[in-house]
Structures are given as structure tokens and as C-alpha cells.
DNA sequence: TATTGTTATACTCTATAACTATA
DNA sequence: TATAGTTATAGAGTATAACAATA
């Protein structure tokens, strides 16, 4: 049995997630972003958000947000567009650059945690993502 | 099919480690922590750590985990002590205090971590709790 | 009045480079 | 020389409170 076998399910998805996050930590810097600002674009790679719904997907406060949307949208790689039927609500998008990037640093960390999952059975790595799914689920609802 | 479901392993892996995170974040929040103090916290639970191991351990630069363990000492969270056989080296253990706190931590994770599993059957939290434990085994590798 | 977003402020977090002390 | 850790510095991340503009 593993160290990890013994914690329990809870210290494993702790476990799990803080080596996402190094995963993670790693690839951004490797573009020369944050985590943070990798995590930003990752979240616009399926299209434009509003800052409100931003930073509800992302937990951050309204202030924190302008700020990160600031310095990556400095750096050309996201845009804020102001919304025409409500003039106080603005949608964030990526740029080119910023979308070249998003999808650079999506595939890199998505390729390290495939070859994380090697050594999984095929049957095992199906049963692993519905058993997640079952589990975000519950985050939405 | 969910959304999640369509997406794959390593995208189903993305979100369940921001999910966490976010949990980690807001367990921080309650206890006046930032979350890398409480992960600072969770990670002495087991005993005294050095720094070197401690940097390697939270994928932080040495001069980053002084900045941090600074603040958390100064709150008398934790405590430094000097390695008598190497007197360059020094071990961080928690106090009695941080002792408390790092366990009330974990325990809110965990059971906010459990709440989330809550959809599983036993067989499958089980193969879940496995199927991490043997991708973490290839991260120590 | 409520909502969307920004500004001002004060911390914390983080890395790089240079440094001290010990091995 | 190499290793353990700190200091100095600069920039990024974050929250709270107060604010402006729009609904």
C-alpha cells in the first residue's frame, strides 16, 4: 500500500491538486506568465466572459480582477470590449497572441498530466474522469 | 454526458484541482490564513521539515519560503531551530498553536473534500482514492 | 437602490541577485 | 567550492473600502 493509500480520499485529491498546481506553475512559466495569468487565459480559450462572471470562475474579487485583466490586457493578450446593451458591464476576450498562448500553455500542462496518468489502465482512466465529473457536478449545482 | 465528461482526464484534473484550490482558499479565509500559509501549516503536520526540503516540497525558492515562514512565525505559528550537527541548516516545526490550527485546517478540507465525493459509492471512492494515489506515485519517481 | 466595474491602499507572495555563514 | 539560508529589491496577486457610472 502507498503513503498516499492510507490518507484517505481527501488527502489524495490535496495531494493531487497542489501537483496540478506545480504542473501548472511550471508551464506558465515557461510562457513567461504566472499561474494566475496562465489560469486567466485558459478560462477565455472557449470565448469572451464578462469581468463579473470571471470572477466567480475564478474566485477573485471584483478589484483583484481589474488588476490581473490590467496587467495581462497591458501585455496585448486579452481585450476588454464594452457590452453595447448594458454600458457598465464589459466582456473580456483574448487577443490572437493571447489565444496562440492559451492553447501553447493548455496543451503543455494537459500533455503533463496525460503522461501523469500513464500508467493508468484505460478502464481506470474513464472510471477516474466520470468519478471527477460526478464530483465537479456537485460544485455547480 | 456532462461538460465535464466530454473534456477528457487532463481537463477534468484542471478543474478539480482549481475546485480544491478555491476550497483550500476558503478554509484559509476562515481561519485568517492566506492559502500558502495554510499549506505551509498542513505540510508540518507530520513533523519538523527543513527548509531546503520545505522549498521543494511547496515548489518555492528559498528566499520566497524565508518571506513565508517569516510572517508565520512572527504570528507564532510555527518555529525555527537551528540543526546543531550542520549549523548552517534549521528545521521549521509548528507550535502549539499552529499545531491547532493546521489541524482544524486539514479537518475542514477534509471534510468539505469528503461533502464533494459524497455522490460516489464506497467501490468507487476507493478506485478514485487508488487511481490518484498511483499517478502521485509517479510524481515522487 | 442595486449592479458593474475601477481606484486607493495595504499587505502578502514570488523570483532574481547578491550576500553571510558553514561544510 | 558547494550548500543552507537571509537580505534587498521589484513586481505581481489579493482583499477592503470608497467611488463612479449605469440600470
Redesign the pocket.
Known sequence: MTTTGQAGLASALMRLSQVVAHVF?DVSRSRDL?P??AQLLCTLIEGPV???ELGRL??????????????VERRGLVL?TR?P??????QVGLTCQGAQLAAESHEDVTARLEDLAGELAPADRKRLAAAIATMLDRVVA
Not at 477573485?60 to 496587467?71: A, F, H, N, P, W
Not at 446593451?85 to 464589459?90: C, H, I, N, Q
Open positions: 506553475a504566472t494566475q495569468q464578462g469581468m463579473s475564478l474566485h477573485l474579487e471584483k478589484s483583484s480582477l481589474t488588476g490581473l485583466v490590467d496587467r476588454r457590452d446593451s448594458d454600458r457598465r458591464a464589459s
